[in-house]
């Protein structure tokens, strides 16, 4: 079993940067492709970003690149979202997950956010 605990949440406001981390506990994550997802009220959760095993491969969202970069220490077991000029509608809880079946990124998975193991949730929240 995984326990992943997200932290760095708070307000913000536009174009004040913000980084999210991911703590993983119980069993290494190294092996596993990683994601940070997004659910803003009353809308359906969002894909934002995946990160392969060892952080050589990366995928996002495209309403965000160019301006959030995931990456991964795996000495810490530990994911990051560093979030870069920011906009309200960013506005979200942002939630990590790790998918145990692949290394790699699996793009369709992703996108359904069909991954194992789940994080309870950090509120960002992106003022004008």
Do not use: H
Request: hydrophobic residues 30%; glycine residues 10%.
């Amino acid at each position: 079993q995984v326990l992943l605990v997200e932290s760095g949440g708070g307000l913000v406001q536009t174009g004040e940067s913000l980084r999210l981390s991911c703590a993983a506990s119980g069993r290494t994550t190294s092996n596993y492709a990683m994601g940070w997802f997004r659910q803003a009220p009353g809308k359906e959760r969002e894909s934002v970003a995946a990160i392969s095993w060892n952080g050589g491969d990366t995928y996002y969202t495209d309403s965000v690149k160019g301006r959030f970069t995931i990456s991964r220490d795996n000495a810490k077991n530990t994911v990051y979202l560093q979030m870069n000029s920011p906009r309200p509608e960013d506005t979200a809880v942002y939630y990590c997950a790790a998918d145990s079946r692949s290394a790699f990124i699996n793009p369709l998975l992703f996108q359904r956010g069909d991954y194992s193991y789940w994080g309870q949730g950090t509120q960002v929240t992106v003022s004008s």
